[in-house]
């Protein structure tokens, strides 16, 4: 049985344990989940103490309802236990924004897709944003060719995951992380280069 409070409260809220299954009768699950049978209440009540352990309702809809002899605190445990581990699966991708005019100084939009280009190296997901203002909005065509720079610029690392489109007076696209980016290694290009200088002074010597 489980006589702590908190307990009790959770099982009032999620399920009915022990005294305050109102059924009559039940079909018993035994706690090596084993079909008991149809029994009174009280006779499911009377082996749960037997066994020191609870009397839960799994099926209340069922008629009978379904109850099952479990430690319920152990129950409550491994419940959260899962839920936890399910939250901690579920990896969460940060998205960023970057903003553009139509046809943005070309200076200005490098520093905009150096940022692009940092958020995705570390994993997250990057929107680009032209905004229009009076009648550039009668130019779309000029926003759609400012994002088909910036995907290029960023093609070797990322992937369109959402092309362009119209969202009010904006045009949105957004870019993914198309995996890990591969960092060339100093110490092997430091290697390269004094093995190129070494074959280049065997050659001077031999000639």
Do not use: C
């Amino acid at each position: 049985m489980n006589p702590n409070p908190r307990t009790s409260h959770i099982a009032a809220k999620d399920h009915r344990i022990n005294e305050q299954i109102r059924a009559r009768e039940v079909r018993l699950i035994g706690a090596d989940r084993q079909h008991i049978g149809i029994v009174t209440v009280q006779e499911a009540l009377r082996l749960a103490r037997e066994a020191q352990l609870d009397l839960v309702e799994i099926s209340p809809q069922a008629e009978p309802p379904v109850v099952q002899i479990m430690d319920f605190g152990k129950f409550l445990y491994e419940q959260h236990k899962k839920e936890r581990e399910a939250k901690k699966a579920q990896k969460v991708i940060e998205v960023k924004e970057i903003q553009l005019r139509p046809k943005t100084d070309p200076h200005h939009r490098g520093f905009k897709v150096r940022d692009a280009r940092r958020w995705l190296e570390e994993g997250m997901k990057v929107k680009v944003r032209i905004r229009f203002r009076g009648r550039e909005i009668a130019y779309p065509h000029l926003a759609r060719e400012d994002l088909d720079d910036v995907a290029k610029e960023l093609a070797d690392i990322a992937i369109i995951e959402q092309a362009p489109n119209m969202e009010g007076r904006t045009m949105l696209m957004v870019l993914a992380p198309a995996g890990k980016p591969k960092k060339s290694s100093g110490k092997k290009e430091q290697q390269g280069a004094q093995d190129q200088d070494s074959q280049s002074d065997q050659q001077a010597v031999s000639s």
